[in-house]
């Protein structure tokens, strides 16, 4: 019988894991690289979203782990896999041609940032663990707040000390999401300690705010599920579609006649179907002519970038009434995702709803309370080194340079409007709320649906469906969305776009019966 050829004999001996080898690490990042230049060059080529079906993705995957790895001489099998396999499957958020949603921003400094910040991997969880991430990260939020013109209340170098002596301060948290939960745990936490039982304190945010208000009430236990309206109140609004006041009262006054304790109030600046503005000081004056003062959260997840251009800042008048406040560099800010800042005016009342410290995170100056443990500003006890790719970014590109990506998208937002607006075929139902535009295909629901679905096959550009009421208090209609914010968005990734319209509508248009 003819012997087995052993494979240690034949075979280079598998690759096994040990210390961090800064070769390997350089040979496998300049291969990273390459490849990754290769897809954002041709990312205009591509169409914006993949032709796939449910478990095409899996069918390409060996459905168990290989026994030997590859090692580096494998890496181009790899990276070979990763166009042929992964790549085919994706939507391509950073393609010219995307106009959905809310556009997830990038660019070079930010991506080298995450890399840095992955070859660092730290973890920021106290001060003593990292001491540099966590006084980064303070004076990254601090620099973040002059950009936007926050009120000084929110910075930790205009308090006592910031969150150790007392005053606001920021942190920056994974999405808007987490930023209403974290309000949400504050507000409740304060409300309690104010005296109010736990299972009577209520949250109120307006019918057109994101599905993270209600998400975060289910996941703080004060709603089983998303129409459970024991304890959050969602707020009808005008006919721009922002928070009526007036309602606003109407509900917190029924709600302290039934002994309820209303603890929060979730505004929005930009909400994310047509990009209306709440009225910040309505909302306030509603509570206090009340006599209550619940935690007021501010909700410029998309927006709020805008403010960058002190132009764009006049949405946010009554902005020193809240409580809190979130922006996302990572929507329109040229900030990797994820990066949510979230600025607090009492960092000790986030901070009381949340600290709890275990011996093994006792530590000399956290306990004299001389810095800043973010620990305890979010649910995480473990953080990577976020604000890298803020310093980065702001360094690279400077105020101005922020500046000049907004503005630049507002541009072509202003050229989509009027272009809409000037065509026979289509119809404008809210003003261009800076850079998102929504429109429909005159007054028809079935043309404007069929429209969004038409554009969105051709896979050139993509856009999103969504559905709102055309007029005070009446039922949702199909509107159509468009938003610009994409990074390497411009001029003629919008000519295109305009030309995918036309010809749809001419298509829907002829084809209604």
């Known amino acids: ?21 800064p070769g390997l690490y350089e040979a496998l990042v300049a291969q990273v690289a390459a490849w990754g230049a290769g897809y954002l060059r041709g990312l205009p080529d591509r169409p914006v979203r993949p032709d796939a079906k449910p478990g095409d993705t899996l069918a390409r995957l060996p459905a168990r782990p290989p026994e030997s ?39 070079a400094p930010a991506i080298a940032a995450e890399l840095a910040s992955a070859t660092l991997n730290t973890n920021g969880m106290l001060w003593a663990t990292s001491p540099a991430a966590t006084e980064l990260e303070m004076r990254m939020m601090d620099w973040c707040a002059h950009l936007f013109g926050l009120p000084e209340s929110f910075r930790f170098d205009a308090g006592a000390g910031g969150a150790a002596g007392g005053g606001g301060g920021g942190v920056i948290q994974a999405t808007a999401s ?64 922002r928070m009526d006041p007036a309602r606003l009262a109407a509900a917190v006054r029924a709600d302290l006649d039934a002994g309820l304790v209303p603890a929060l109030v979730v505004a929005t600046l930009g909400s994310t179907s047509t990009g209306a503005f709440d009225p910040l000081p309505g909302i306030h004056a509603a509570c206090e002519g009340l006599g209550v003062r619940p935690w007021l959260h501010v909700d410029a997840a998309w927006a709020g970038a805008a403010m960058v251009c002190p132009e764009h800042r006049a949405f946010a008048q009554g902005i020193e009434h809240a409580d809190s406040v979130c922006i996302n560099p990572h929507k329109w800010l040229l900030t990797n995702f994820d990066c949510d800042l979230f600025w ?17 995170l006792r530590d000399e100056q956290s306990a004299a309370g001389r810095v800043v443990d973010y620990r305890d500003w979010h649910v995480p006890l473990g953080r990577r080194l976020r604000a890298l790719k803020l310093w980065f970014v702001i360094r690279h590109f400077g105020a101005e340079g922020l500046r000049a990506h ?15 607006r000037d065509h026979p075929r289509f119809s404008v139902p809210f003003p261009r709320s800076l850079g998102l535009v929504c429109f429909r295909v005159g007054d028809d629901d079935r043309q404007t649906t069929e429209l969004v679905a038409r554009v969105n096959a051709g896979r050139r550009v993509l856009i999103t469906p969504t559905s709102v009421p055309l007029v005070a208090g009446g039922p949702p209609q199909p509107v159509g969305r468009i938003s610009v914010g994409t990074t390497t968005t411009d001029a003629r990734a919008v000519e295109l ?17």
């Open 1 to 21: 019988m003819q012997e087995k050829t052993n494979q240690a004999d034949t075979n280079p001996a598998p690759p096994t894991p040990g210390p961090l080898d």
């Open 69 to 107: 790895g590859l090692g580096e001489p494998g890496w181009g099998t790899i990276l070979a896999d990763l166009d042929r396999d992964i790549v085919p499957g994706l939507v391509h958020w950073q393609h010219p041609g995307f106009f959905a949603y809310f556009s997830c921003n990038a660019s």
């Open 178 to 241: 987490e930023a209403t939960l974290a309000a949400l745990v504050a507000a409740r936490s304060r409300a309690v300690r104010a005296g109010a039982a736990r299972d009577r304190v209520t949250v109120y945010t307006s019918e057109q705010a994101h599905s993270s208000v209600v998400k975060a009430a289910m996941v703080a236990g004060l709603a089983d599920h998303p129409l459970d309206d024991g304890r959050v109140r969602v707020i009808g609004t005008d006919a721009a579609l």
């Open 344 to 360: 607090v005016r009492d960092a000790r009342a986030l901070t009381g709803s949340m600290s709890i410290t275990p011996a093994y």
């Open 406 to 420: 907004i503005r630049g998208h507002i541009a072509l937002a202003e050229r989509i409007e009027a272009w809409l």
């Open 497 to 513: 776009l305009l030309a995918e319209l036309g010809a749809a509508a001419d298509a829907v248009v002829q084809s209604a019966p």
